[in-house]
């Protein structure tokens, strides 16, 4: 059983600041890849962030330099620190994970494929 709940959306201005957040519940016996999607109105999810299978951070373009994914796992939980937001960031945010050694671990454009999702925080950022 996979459970992911976020937290942290808010609404800022351009140049703006949010931290989101993610309480994950895993199945013990396995290992998981994690991370963050993001899927804006009108357009398709995109995978952002993520710790892939071999435990490295891997960024989109878009956001790289900008965000930070991070994980805590005393509290199990997920961070995404986003920093210098711009009004195309704009979006509903979801916590990710899949077990290692499905192909959605592999990367980026594989991720949003995945089977476990949380039910998405909102950020939106206005100019």
């Known amino acids: 059983q996979v459970q992911l709940v976020e937290s942290g959306g808010d609404s800022v201005q351009s140049g703006g600041s949010v931290r989101i957040a993610c309480v994950i519940t895993?199945?013990?016996?396995?290992?998981?890849?994690m991370g963050w999607l993001r899927q804006a109105p009108g357009k398709g999810r995109e995978a952002v962030a993520m710790?892939?299978?071999?435990?490295?951070?891997r960024y989109s373009k878009s956001v790289e330099g900008r965000f930070t994914i991070s994980l805590d796992k005393e509290k199990s939980t997920l961070y995404l620190q986003m920093d210098n937001l711009k009004p195309e960031d704009t979006a509903m945010y979801y916590c990710?994970?899949?077990?290692?050694?499905?192909?959605?671990?592999?990367?980026?454009?594989?991720?949003?494929?995945?089977?476990?999702r949380g039910q998405g925080t909102q950020v939106t950022v206005s100019s």
């Open positions: 990710a994970a899949e077990v290692r050694g499905r192909a959605e671990c592999t990367g980026l454009i594989a991720f949003p494929y995945g089977r476990y």
């Open positions: 895993t199945d013990p016996s396995r290992r998981y890849c």
């Open positions: 710790i892939d299978v071999n435990s490295a951070l």
